[in-house]
């Protein structure tokens, strides 16, 4: 899947990304799209995923498949840390 095509999930306000997805089904005709995020925006991107999905796409789009991990990266202290990350896949009924 092109990343063209994928959302990734932090600070900006709430409706900026639902809005993000709307766009991606509907002036872009995309076939899926994926939200992802990690650590604490996780519960962010699964709101944006159903807000999309059951709100403003009803009856269009179905969560297809739902992925967790966690990834490990180097802090700014250089200590090893570890983050869990979500993939959500929305696709076109």
């Given at each position: 899947m092109a990343d063209d095509n994928t959302i990734f999930i932090g600070n900006k306000p709430f409706m900026n990304y639902v809005t993000g997805v709307v766009m991606q089904f509907t002036t872009k005709n995309e076939e899926q799209v994926l939200v992802k995020a990690r650590g604490k925006f996780i519960?962010?991107?699964?709101?944006?995923?159903?807000?999309?999905?059951?709100?403003?796409?009803?009856?269009?789009?179905d969560v297809k498949d739902v992925k967790i991990d966690s990834e490990e990266f180097e802090n700014k202290e250089g200590k090893q840390v570890r983050v869990s990350t979500i993939e959500v896949l929305l696709q076109k009924k």
């Open positions: 519960s962010r991107a699964v709101d944006v995923a159903e807000v999309a999905a059951k709100r403003f796409l009803n009856g269009q789009v």
